[in-house]
Structures are given as C-alpha cells and as structure tokens.
C-alpha cells in the first residue's frame, strides 16, 4: 500500500468511525458525525481524537510496514518490532476468495497487522473498552472485526443523541453530574435498556467509548460520582457507592424513554462501585459486567490484611486529592516518587509532604484506625445476600486488585448467585494488552478478540433478552500460564482441582534461598525435621520487592535472612496449579502485633525465582477484622491466609517454593510491632518471629491442583 493514497476505514467496537489516510506531513480524518451518522469532509486528525490505536506511530512506520517481508513464523521490521504468525481469515473480497494472514505483535503493548498476499490491508488494537480496527475498504470479513458479525450481536444501527448534563439529586439532596446517551434513530416512544456507568475519573475521559453501546441500541447514562468533577459533595472513597448507585437507578427507570431494565459496567475502583451497587438489590439492576474491581477497604485497598496500605494506595488517593479531577501524573508515579511517598513520615501527614496539601480521604481513614461501622459500611462482601443480578467477573493474574476480585467470587459463590461468570487471563490491570509481562512470554492468544463482543453479549443477554447462550457456557474460562493455554471449568476454583497441601519443613535454618527450608507432600513426622525457624524483623529495614503483581523475579530478596523459604525437590512430573490458594501457618512473635506476608513462586533451574502469588495479613486481625486481639509474646497462633488466585504449570525440572517474612513496604507500611495506632507512627520494636512446622503445628500453603 502507498503512504497518502491508502484509504483506511476505521472501526471502534465494530463502529465505523470514518476514513484515516497517512499524508506525508499529516493524518488526514474524514470523521463520522456521532449523531446523524453523517459522513465528513477530510481534515487533520484532531490531537484530541482519542482513539486507543497508536495512529501516530502506524504513521511514521508506515515504510516498515511495506518493507516487511510477511513471511515465515516470525517477522522482525527495521524498527525492531517483532511480529509472529498469528490466525487466518477466510471472506470474499471483491468477489473472490481471500485467505489473511494475521500477525501478532510481542514484547509491547498489541498492534496487530493482518496481511494479504504480503501486503498490509489492516491494524487491529484489542483493547478492553472495544477492539479497533483501521482497514482497508473492502478488507473488513478477513481481520477480527468478524467477530461482530455474530447474528444474534447488537448492531451499530443507530447514531448518537447526546441529551447533556443534568444534576440528579441523591437521597441527602448532593447532586451528582450525569450524562444521558441514547440512540439516535429509534422509532419515538421506544422503551430502552441502559447501561449505566459512576466514575470518579470524570465523565468525560472514556465517553466516546461508552458511547458505542448507544449505537448498539442502549441508552447510556454516564454519572461522576460524588466529589468528583461536576457533581457536588465529598469523596469519601467507598462510603456511598451503594445509595448513590440505588438512587441513580431509581432516577433511570423513573425516565420515559428506560424499560426498566438497568445494567452496570465498571472497572478498577468503578467495579467496586458496581459490586456494592449489586449488593443494594435493586430490583432494576438486571446485569453487572466488572472488570479487575478494587475490593473492600480492608481487603484490597485502604487497610489490605488489616495493614495500612502503601504505595498502591498512596497513588491513588494522592491523585484524587489535589483538585476535583484525577492527576493522573501522579498515580502513575510520574510527579511524586513512590519511593519517596512511602517513606515519608508522619503517616497521617504523608499528603502534605508530596502534594502540598491535605487529602480528606487519608484523614478520614486516619480517624479510624480499627474496622467499626465507618469501614462496615464499605464491605460489600457482607452484604452478598441482596445480590441477584447476574454478574460477569473479568481480571487477570497479574490484576493488581485481584484480591477484590477473589473477595467477589467468593460472595457471589457463597450466596449461590445464578448466572455468575469469570474470565481470567495472562492479564495486568489493564487487561487484554500485551502477550509478555517482564520475562514472561505467553501465547499469541493471549490477547483476544472477543474481548468487548464478549461483555456486549452480556448485556444482550440479560438487559434485551437475547437468547445468545452466554449463560449456557462454562461458568469459568481461565489461562494456564506455563503451557501456555486456554482452558474452561463448570466453576472457580476448576470443580476438577485437588485441594493439596505441601507441608513446610526444614533443618531449623530456612533462612534465605541459602537455608535448609523444604517444601514436600509429607507432614513434619514423616520427614523428621526441626520444628521451626526463626528470623528477627526489623521494621526498620523492610522488603523493598516491586509491590506490583506481576512475574517479578525475588531471586535477591531471597538471599535475605528475614525471609525464610521453603523449596520442593526438582519435579519429574509437571504440576498445574489452577485456583484460588490459601496457606495456614503456626506462628508467634515476640512482640504484640505483627504482619506476615507469605509468597509462592516458580523456581526455575537457574535459581531465578518468579513470584506467582502473594498476600500480607496483620496479626491481630487473626480472628476477624471486627475482633482484634494482641499477641501474647511467644505464643503459638494459626494464622489462615488467603491468597492471589494463579493458574500455572511447573514445568519438569521446576520447583516449588514458599516464603514467609514480615514487610513489603512497596504494599504496606511496616507494622511497627507494638499494636498501637499505625497513624500514630509508634517506634518501631524488632522482634523475633517463628514459623512452626511440626506434627502439632502442621503449616502449609493449599494448592488446587489439576491432574495432568
């Protein structure tokens, strides 16, 4: 194809959005009118266009592009991106029989190219807010967009009719900012299913990709929650999601053009609003799609394991406070240091330092150190007996909120919620985005095309009574990272898994990677070893690992004599561990309060050590958050930990391994040992800790395992 004469169409989640040429000195963009649908005239593409595909970078690679041989398994091009042969598509272009070539991109954020005959006839950008698509004309039934035409799929039939802002007033009188979209072209008097959408992000950052769903025949109400760009009152992360997102629906149903049937969307924290808006039982809410949800405060964000979160709360509620919209500088480490935030002292005055300012998030959260009713009102997970709504769970084993996510599963399995569904991939936060993470390199199926046909399908079913099947399928679909595949499961934790316990033993010095530490099938007794291991804990000198979930390597931190590891033998056979995990440790301190932060991972034959699944607790939450109770020194505790769900094989040749220790600053301030209020930055107390691993005292972690 010849840069400048090219026409490329685009399509944004099966929506054409208009004709892209790559002049020599500009983008050129003839954009369809959101409205009428109208086709415009050519102009420079607008900076503000906001399209997911990197146009500017297809721009300036255009030569590349052309001067690929597309050929082989894989294809490297002068700048350097590596492409691997992906899927074919078979359609009729032009009358004639035309089989594509896709390719998949690696080791970057997906841009896939399909080819035909070796030459480039599309870009496809997967995406979870909607796959993009820039094709040439004619080329569209040989490239993922294929995937919309599903017969039973919404169809872009419709344009968009943006009726503006009004100012919907909640129960205490706030008035929250909310946009309606609905379908321009409906026949008038039409009744409508909605999707309905509360950010604290603004309204308007991901509009035009809400959008879409009015295009496919649902009104969209698009709402800032309280505290949050236009609407009035204050953030209080949490506190009001569950009225606030009750009162809404009450107000969508009560509009001429609703049909009563509401449905919600969210991700990250807006899929915690989604979660405790299911838990209001509205009986309008008839479907809940939440992606990667922020969990309850003292599960995923605020207080993670009873701890005072760090860095991954810092980022946030900092971003949230310096004005009424997100500075997203900030949460993404850009503007303050995240090695600075954490550091920083007094906890309580840590936003003064970094923003010059005090957050009225962080002082609410300091007044109230112990979970009490402030916090109870937050746990949607105590509430899970007023969910009826079917609810389609997305994240991934690199989510950084996949404890929130873990905490859902759990409600929704506990309370028997029909039509509940997940959908786990080799996915970070941002899911759907790449196919390798550090030194992890997955499948090219990895990413998905279906990804948004996916959560359409959702709604289809459940807001416009579609009889689509999705409800009929596997209520799990998940990723075995190792070999690398898709797999389906009647449940989650796979109903096929075995719960198996790998018992922690060792010579009595399982300090560091170095120590004598072993991890087998068998109980104490029958490897007759010590009974426990010891390391001093100075929260002075914490952990410093990434903080992040994702496939770090804790080779270095492992030659650390505050964390003590616990290694299988090499495995003969392969073991594939697919589920949610737990571990049960025997424990005593010296002191009166402490935290524990247990890993596993994947022990390589080179020594390197990459984390699959971890999680920290605060000792006196060990019978409830609502029951605190002090250590008494020197006594023996059993401490039942969740952890992160995984789905991974280890290979033959691999290992198994655990660790224990007591910090990870990147996750959680270090508890100072002493029980007092964390806010109050106590001195610190080093103290003694033992993990005790005998007959009495049988500490383990529970892999659900998979039968090879």
Same mark, same amino acid.
Request: net charge negative; proline share 5%; aromatic share 10%.
């Given at each position: ?27 050129m ?5 959101a ?9 420079v593409?607008?900076?503000?266009? @906001?399209y997911?595909l ?28 590596v492409?691997q ?7 009729e272009?032009?009358g ?19 080819t ?10 997967? =995406?979870?807010? %909607? ?16 995937e ?7 169809k872009?039939?419709?344009g968009?009719d943006?009726?503006?802002? /009004? ?5 205490d ?9 609905? !379908? ?12 309905l ?12 990709f ?23 009152g204050?953030?209080v992360?949490?506190?009001y999601?569950?009225? &606030? ?12 053009w609703s &049909?009563g =049937? ?17 838990t ?15 969990g309850s ?6 207080r ?6 760090s ?13 009424t919209?997100? #500075?997203?500088?900030?949460? %993404?480490g850009?503007?303050v ?5 954490? #550091?920083?002292?007094?906890i ?10 005090? +957050?009225? !998030? ?6 109230? *150190?112990?979970? /009490? /009713? ?13 969910v ?6 997305i994240?991934g084993?690199?989510? @950084? ?16 919620? *029909? ?9 970070e ?9 550090? &030194? ?13 046909? =996916? ?6 079913r ?6 689509n ?5 596997p ?9 690398n595949?898709?797999?389906t ?9 075995t719960?198996?316990k ?30 426990s ?6 929260p002075?000198? *914490?952990?410093? &690992? ?23 033998e090499?495995l ?9 995990? +737990?571990c ?16 596993? +991972? #994947? ?7 990459i984390?699959?699944s ?6 006196k ?12 020194p @020197?006594?023996?505790?059993?401490f ?10 280890? *290979? ?18 270090p ?5 007092? =209020? !964390?806010?109050?930055?106590?001195q610190?107390?080093?103290?003694t ?18 039968a090879?």
């Amino acid at each position: 194809m010849t840069t400048g004469t090219t026409i490329y169409k685009l399509y944004a989640a099966g929506v054409y959005e208009g004709r892209i040429r790559f002049a020599e000195s500009a983008i050129m963009h003839a954009k369809v009118d959101a409205r009428r649908r109208t086709q415009m005239q050519e102009n420079v593409l607008a900076e503000s266009a @906001g399209y997911i595909l990197p146009l500017h970078k297809i721009s300036v690679n255009q030569s590349h592009y052309a001067g690929a041989e597309w050929q082989d398994e894989e294809v490297v091009l002068g700048n350097g991106d590596v492409y691997q042969k992906h899927i074919q598509y078979t359609g009729e272009v032009a009358g004639r029989e035309v089989v594509a070539q896709v390719w998949a991109l690696r080791k970057d954020t997906a841009l896939d190219i399909v080819t035909v005959d070796g030459s480039v006839v599309a870009f496809v950008a997967p =995406n979870r807010y %909607g796959m993009e698509v820039l094709v040439v004309d004619g080329y569209e039934a040989v490239t993922p967009l294929v995937e919309y035409a599903d017969p039973l799929l919404s169809k872009p039939e419709f344009g968009v009719d943006d009726l503006g802002t /009004d100012l919907i007033p909640m129960r205490d009188g706030v008035r929250l900012a909310t946009d309606v979209y609905l !379908p321009e072209g409906v026949v008038p008097g039409t009744k409508l299913p909605t999707i309905l959408i509360r950010t604290c992000y603004d309204r308007n950052l991901r509009k035009t990709f809400f959008m879409r769903w009015a295009n496919k025949g649902y009104a969209v109400v698009n709402q800032d929650v309280r505290g949050r760009a236009d609407s009035e009152g204050e953030l209080v992360p949490f506190f009001y999601e569950r009225e &606030d997102s009750s009162d809404t629906i009450d107000w969508i149903v009560a509009q001429d053009w609703s &049909d009563g =049937n509401v449905g919600m969307w969210g991700a990250s924290y807006l899929g915690y609003v989604v979660t405790a808006a299911a838990t209001s039982g509205h009986p309008n809410l008839k479907a809940v799609v939440n992606e990667v949800n922020v969990g309850s405060p003292f599960v995923d964000t605020v207080r993670k394991g009873g701890t005072v979160c760090s860095w991954p709360l810092l980022c946030w509620t900092l971003a949230q406070s310096v004005g009424t919209r997100t #500075d997203f500088d900030i949460f %993404g480490g850009r503007t303050v240091s995240p090695e600075k935030a954490v #550091d920083a002292r007094p906890i309580r005055e840590i936003p003064q330092q970094m923003i010059g300012k005090a +957050s009225g !998030p962080w002082d609410i959260w300091s007044e109230h *150190p112990e979970y /009490d /009713d402030f916090w109870r009102n937050c746990t949607y997970s105590e509430r899970g007996e007023h969910v009826k709504a079917p609810m389609f769970i997305i994240s991934g084993w690199y989510d @950084g909120d996949s404890a929130g996510v873990s905490e859902t599963w759990r409600m929704l399995t506990k309370h028997d919620v *029909p039509n509940r569904k997940i959908w786990l991939g080799p996915w970070e936060h941002g899911p759907n985005r790449a196919r390798d993470l550090l &030194d992890a390199s997955f499948s090219n199926d990895a990413v998905v095309y279906n990804y948004d046909v =996916n959560v359409l399908r959702w709604f289809d079913r459940f807001l416009k009574g579609i009889a689509n099947g999705i409800e009929q399928e596997p209520r799990a679909r998940y990723y075995v990272v190792g070999t690398n595949e898709w797999r389906t499961s009647d449940d989650w934790t796979p109903s096929e898994a075995t719960a198996t316990k790998w018992y922690l033993g060792s010579g009595g010095r399982a300090n560091s990677s170095l120590g004598d530490g072993v991890l087998t099938l068998m109980t104490a007794k029958a490897h007759g070893q010590a009974e426990s291991d010891s390391y001093v804990y100075n929260p002075e000198e *914490p952990v410093a &690992d990434s903080g992040e979930r994702e496939p770090e390597n804790m080779r270095k931190h492992e030659l650390r004599s505050d964390i003590l590891v616990y290694t299988s033998e090499v495995l003969a056979e392969a073991v594939t561990v697919a589920g949610e995990l +737990s571990c049960e440790l025997y424990a005593s301190s010296s002191g009166v309060d402490t935290d524990w932060v247990v890993t596993l +991972s #994947d022990v390589d034959p080179k020594g390197n050590s990459i984390k699959l699944s971890n999680y920290i607790v605060r000792a006196k939450y060990r019978s409830g958050l609502d029951a605190p109770e002090l250590l008494t020194p @020197g006594k023996v505790e059993k401490f039942a930990i969740f952890m992160q769900n995984i789905a991974h094989t280890f *290979p033959v040749g691999h290992r198994l391994r655990f660790t224990v220790t007591s910090s990870s600053k990147m996750i959680a301030f270090p508890n100072t040992n002493t029980g007092l =209020n !964390p806010y109050s930055d106590p001195q610190p107390v080093v103290v003694t800790q033992k993990i005790y691993h005998s007959v009495t005292y049988p500490s383990h972690v529970s892999l659900p395992i998979l039968a090879n």
